[in-house]
């Protein structure tokens, strides 16, 4: 299950490749907007704001998180991307850091795209940080003897299966879009004691702690902090400096 209040611990970090992602889109008029994995909702308003004549559509696969959209007054629905289909006036579709949990989603772009509008709008992005060593580490650990029974079914041992820049452009490309991909590595300030672990808690953790009870998951995040604090040491004025690479595309489908 998602936590919506630790994945907004870092909002201002997290916050930043939307607001990226949504610059690159030049729609003017669109018809209706759609936010696939719209988490709690905090980013859903500013499409609202952006495109105030637009009907917003927004989702998520986390009845936590729909529920903490709701709360925001976002009309969130519980949906599975993999399920999902354009309406007819769909002329603008957001995608934000979701699609690497989803296994074979080059193929689900294709489907979007060739259902999308003329003069649509598909945007998208995804960490590109799988081989950091914030999740070298996890892999890691989750490996060993005591803990790789329980933790291999959840699928952190494996790296997750996102494309870089070129990858999701010729994806796109084939699929008859006008694409603009890029890549940006953020350098996240982070403060406080652990921070990398507070961060990895709300997303690349979930499993794990899905799938461990409240001992077990002490165990493991205790064991887990001090590997973290050694890959990325803290400063002398307290700051602990976490890269944090993203991929994004933008595509246009032709009119």
Sequence with gaps: MWDPQQYLAFDDHRSRPFFELLGRVRAEHPRRVVDLGCGPGHLTTALSQRWPD???????SSPA??????ARGVTAELL???DWRPQPDTDVVICNAVLQWVTGHPALLTEWAAALPAGGWLAIQVPGNFDAPSHNSIRELAARDQWRERLEPTGVLQSRNVLDPTGYA???????????AWETTYLQRLTGDDPVLKWVS??????VRNALDDADWDRFTAELAPILRAAYPQQTDGTTWLPFRRVFAVARIPE
């Design 54 to 60: 637009a009907i917003v559509e927004a989702s998520d």
């Design 65 to 70: 998180m729909v529920a903490a959209a709701r």
């Design 80 to 82: 599975d991307v993999r």
């Design 170 to 180: 010729t994806v796109l490309t084939e699929a008859g879009c006008a694409v603009d």
């Design 202 to 207: 709300g997303t690349a953790l979930r499993p």
